[in-house]
């Protein structure tokens, strides 16, 4: 899945990069959402292009006006696009971008505030400071969809903690969202209303458990590469 997650994410930076070259076909609209308490700001931008039949959504860090250039490298993309498809005239379009646009909005409110409230306990808990990384790019495997471009990282531990989402269109309402914890092969996805300090105390001890777990099946497996090595020199 994250393979295909990945590749996924590098065709639509490629659609982007395209659209960018051919400003005629694309049109872009943007949504600035400030007040966020880790992220402070993002802009969502709505990206269509009606010779590809492309309508996807991406989120960038900061605020970004009107005009202003933005890189497909800065850009995040959330697989939870606008369906516009059952509006009957121009009105209707506007009323179903708006409810949907602010189903989006409030969904990467509640995300970065439920984040924020992680924070402390992952700092107590890790034995490291926090840091707030908005790279697009982590360096761990999520097991799904990134929501917003902002992650808590415990430098010691090696714990990356970011909102994520299910794909689907925004015409179902908000997306099913939850918080991702992982570290290097182990990830785990918690409700957003569930309890931050118990929710990082019973990942630690899993990640404990698997790179135990990991630590026997790697001793064991050359144990056996050995016993081959020596009845094949016998």
């Given at each position: 899945?994250?393979?295909?997650?990945?590749?996924?994410?590098?065709?639509?930076?490629?659609?982007?990069?395209?659209?960018?070259?051919?400003e005629?076909?694309?049109?872009?609209?943007?949504?600035?959402?400030?007040g966020?308490?880790?992220?402070?700001?993002?802009t969502?931008?709505?990206?269509?292009?009606?010779?590809?039949?492309?309508?996807?959504?991406?989120?960038?860090?900061?605020s970004?006006?009107?005009g202003?250039?933005?890189?497909?490298?800065?850009?995040?993309?959330v697989?939870?696009?606008l369906?516009?498809?059952?509006?009957?005239?121009?009105a209707?379009?506007?009323?179903?971008?708006?409810?949907?646009?602010?189903?989006?909005?409030?969904?990467?409110?509640?995300?970065?505030?439920?984040?924020?409230?992680?924070?402390?306990?992952?700092?107590?808990?890790?034995g490291?400071?926090?840091?707030?990384?908005?790279?697009?790019?982590?360096?761990?495997r999520?097991?799904?969809?990134?929501?917003?471009?902002?992650?808590?990282?415990?430098?010691?531990?090696?714990?990356?903690?970011?909102?994520?989402?299910?794909?689907r269109?925004?015409?179902?309402?908000?997306?099913?969202?939850?918080?991702?914890?992982a570290q290097?092969?182990?990830?785990?996805?918690?409700?957003?209303a569930d309890?931050?300090?118990?929710?990082?105390?019973?990942?630690l001890?899993?990640?404990?458990?698997?790179?135990?777990?990991?630590?026997?099946?790697?001793?064991?497996?050359?144990?056996?590469?050995?016993?081959?090595?020596?009845?094949?020199?016998?």
């Amino acid at each position: 899945m994250s393979d295909d997650q990945s590749t996924r994410g590098q065709e639509a930076d490629e659609l982007l990069r395209r659209a960018l070259l051919d400003e005629s076909s694309a049109v872009a609209v943007s949504l600035r959402i400030s007040g966020l308490p880790l992220s402070e700001a993002v802009t969502v931008i709505f990206h269509g292009r009606r010779d590809l039949g492309t309508l996807q959504t991406y989120v960038a860090n900061g605020s970004r006006g009107a005009g202003a250039t933005v890189t497909a490298g800065e850009l995040l993309r959330v697989p939870c696009d606008l369906d516009l498809a059952d509006a009957e005239d121009r009105a209707a379009a506007e009323q179903l971008y708006v409810e949907q646009a602010t189903a989006l909005r409030d969904a990467l409110v509640g995300a970065d505030t439920v984040l924020d409230v992680w924070r402390e306990p992952l700092s107590e808990l890790a034995g490291s400071q926090v840091t707030i990384d908005h790279s697009v790019s982590l360096a761990v495997r999520l097991p799904a969809h990134r929501l917003l471009p902002t992650a808590l990282v415990a430098p010691e531990s090696q714990v990356v903690v970011t909102p994520v989402c299910s794909a689907r269109t925004l015409a179902d309402g908000r997306p099913p969202m939850g918080i991702a914890c992982a570290q290097q092969e182990f990830a785990r996805v918690y409700p957003l209303a569930d309890d931050p300090e118990r929710c990082v105390a019973e990942f630690l001890e899993l990640a404990a458990e698997h790179a135990v777990a990991l630590a026997e099946k790697l001793a064991h497996q050359e144990a056996s590469v050995q016993r081959f090595l020596e009845i094949s020199d016998s």
